[in-house]
């Protein structure tokens, strides 16, 4: 490698930019075809790096991949013929290719495949652990990898990472359709900045994340805040070598062609309408008869994903509507479709898009689309014109194209018409702007672009505020009294080294107050601690305690409550607290809490922490206790059916009657696994926040960075105008 390690860029992604076959025994290394790999090749080769992707074939131990450029270092991923049928051909292609398209009627939805996807997204996330270590960026790109970043964030929390998704993201009502929609989005977020072709695109995405998680989103700034990480999300419009396909076109050999021709170049894939193009060529040969004989389409068509079911149909649709439109128009010395299955040279390709009189692009949907780019750069004798599909994501800049909806058959046709007679200074005149303006955003443009954005300093979101809990809250609460739930330790109280000395801050201590002074506010404090320890802590007047993770309760209106398992449990709690402590493990602190315990491993040596928790666990089994995970701790928990959620509705239920429901609002907050059963217990019946944890899924309404955020929910809850027409208590 000629530079230094450090500086160099880590790029992830599905394909290699050479894919192997094996023919007869030996490796045969090709191009990979394909508009990402034709943007990152140059961007890598000038950059220097690591790539690291997918072979397209299995290696032998031993075997070396070929190199391609002494600059970019060649990492395979091997996958297994299973992992290329469930992950590649089936998640990746079957389910969000045609889902992020806006074509679910296409989209199989296999939860085999979604565990295929999630592994071999974790084994991307394994082969990119070391590199990540010691580049400085690792860029993860599209779709075949949504779910790669999450695992690296953990692996190592420092590292730079960014997402650049090379296809559309699909409005909020289409992409709620994926059932891991949550999951996909989660581990996108994982990155710091993330990338998409269009403003429309971020537009859709920073939708989802607010909506399906309950995220911060600031549009205008576009920022997500999920728990405590927050990513960058903008737009940077892909461009072209714009300088390398403007040579070619001058290079190539020119011959006078015998007719006019319009030119499809496209992988041969169902998003790109080759078919709907070939019956608006044909619909163009009906309305206007003085272009037969005259004009030619040439649709290239670079054969792709050829095992996929939905592929080998559209290629039989492609012939078949080839074969009618030349068999009803064609003469014996003319050919109205010329149709290639193969890829050409680029010197080949370079000629055909200069020659061409028109460029038909026509996809049914497009993250970008490059031909329509590459056609206007190798424009350099006499312009042709761009007929454009409005829902390729080029079409937003492209403006001077003829623009068109590609399933309107007849507009099509009349915008092949209207192009083949466009006088030459109207076709200068369009194509002028956008050649201008792709020599100028070129890939180089591009990606200058993304990784500044990508290395600049880390921007934490603002933090929330009262306007904000305003916007959510405010009208939930208006005409209802508010029964109010809160965890302790890292929702009130910010976590510590030792878990006696948490303490809630002073502000949020008198915002507690105040909240709980009120008429139309009831307030209970929910907590893994003993019910001596925590109403010790709060020590607010007029609260009620629910400790022990709610085994025992005590409060106003609640008649005191402590299940009734929990006295049977208590002396088996106290031998589990020994067998702990026997383990001996340093640093270790096992606090006991009656019926439960939980053995706190903060202070351990951290490479000991595999090794503490895995004992420590085997312990608490053995004892008959349930495991629960918590911030650097398990919970032992005895195995009694009863979480905070089960104690949230007793509490409900015995204060305000059967109908609480329809009485007053709800809102619980809390910060671990042990609130996700108040959050599930309270789904659809009230509102719910989940404090820090960026990575974890949670069933919360929304996430909230840290307790300083709760300490302004208290402070807007204190403050809040008093219930309008408050429902009789
Ligand atoms: C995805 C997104 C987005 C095609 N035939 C030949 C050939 N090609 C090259 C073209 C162009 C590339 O393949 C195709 O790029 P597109 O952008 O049109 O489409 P996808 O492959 O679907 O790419 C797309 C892109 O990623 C980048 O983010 O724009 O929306 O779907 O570069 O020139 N190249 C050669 N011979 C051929 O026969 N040499």
Redesign the pocket.
Known sequence: MPRDAADTLVVLSNRLPITLRRERGTLRAEAS????V??LRPALHRQGGTWIGWPGTQLKAGERLPAVDPAVELVPVPLSPTEVKRYYHGFSNRTLWPLFHSLPERAVFDRREWESYELVNHRFADAAEEACRRGQLVWIHDYHLLRTAAPLRERVPAARLAFFL??PFPPFDLFRLLPWSRAVLEGVLACDLLGF?SPGYVRNFLDAAERLLGARVDHRVGQVELGDHTTRVAAFP?G?DYGAYEKLAHGAPRKTPAERVILG???L?Y?KGIPERILAFERFLELYPEHRERVVLIQ?A?PSRDQVQAYQEQKRSIDEHVGRVNGRFGTSTWTPIRYLY?????ER?SALYRDADVALVTPLR??????AK?YVACQVDEPGVLVLSRL??AAETMREALQVNPYDTDSVAERLHQALTMPEEDRRDRIAAPQARERRRNVNQWLDGFLSAALEPRKRFRPTTEAEFDAWLGDYLRTRDLALFLDYDGTLAPIVERPDEAAIPADTLDALRRCAARDDTDVTIVSGRGIGDIGARVAVDGITYAGNHGLEIQGPGVPDFVHTDVRHFQDEAASLAKALRALRVRGALVEEKGASLTFHYRRVAKPQWPDAVARAEACILEAGFQVRAALCAIEARPPIGWDKGHAVLHILRTRYGPAWSQRLRVIYAGDDSTDEDAFRSLQGLGMSFRVGGATSSTRATRRLASPEAICTLLEWLAARPPVADAAPR
Do not use: K, Q, W
């Not at 193969?342 to 680029?346: E, H, L």
């Open positions: 075809s394909g508009g990402l034709s943007a090379h296809i072709h892909l072209i170049v496209d992988r894939d998003t290239l670079v193969r890829s050409v040279p680029p390709l497009d993250g970008m689309n490059l031909v590459e390729a994501g």
